[in-house]
């Protein structure tokens, strides 16, 4: 198993995938089952995951990702795991209330987070997307029009070679014991 700094050292956004290599059911499997075992505030599991991995569904998903020259790779990415609101228990929205904090949101944060991980410890890439018509993508799927798709995330075989990172120096963005 992979240290889990080079893991995280490793993971990069890619945005150039094999189309015509699809990624194996198993290791899609571990990966939703990552996404599923994602902490959320008071286990409120704030999420649906909608997997499209039939080709020409991906390809019709990739092109509603990509807009305004935007995000163009997405229609060769074999699978496109999206990620719908769904509600939060009554804790976890009674503390998003009382606190003045969206937990739904830092939760599914933390599930695509969870997700891109495990696509990288499988050796595939990933990639996660905002931009993307999402009325059009909620229609071409049956989500319900007042759910929200906050998130499309694109996953398949890399075909670059990964990147060095670049990332602020740890002490512009670590302190210790005061800010």
Known sequence: MMDFLQLAAARQSDRAYDKERPVEPEKLER?????RLAPSACNGQPWKFVVVNEPELARKVGKATAGLGMNKFAKDAPVHILIVEESANITSILGSKIKDKYFPLVDIGIAAAHITLA???EGL???ILGWFDEKGIKAMLGIPAK????LDITIGYSLKPKRPKSR???DKVVTYNKY
Request: proline share 0%; charged share 35%.
């Open 31 to 35: 990966i939703l089952e990552a996404a």
């Open 119 to 121: 696509a990288e410890a």
């Open 125 to 127: 890439g990933s990639c």
């Open 147 to 150: 759910k929200r798709l906050l």
């Open 168 to 170: 602020k120096a740890k």
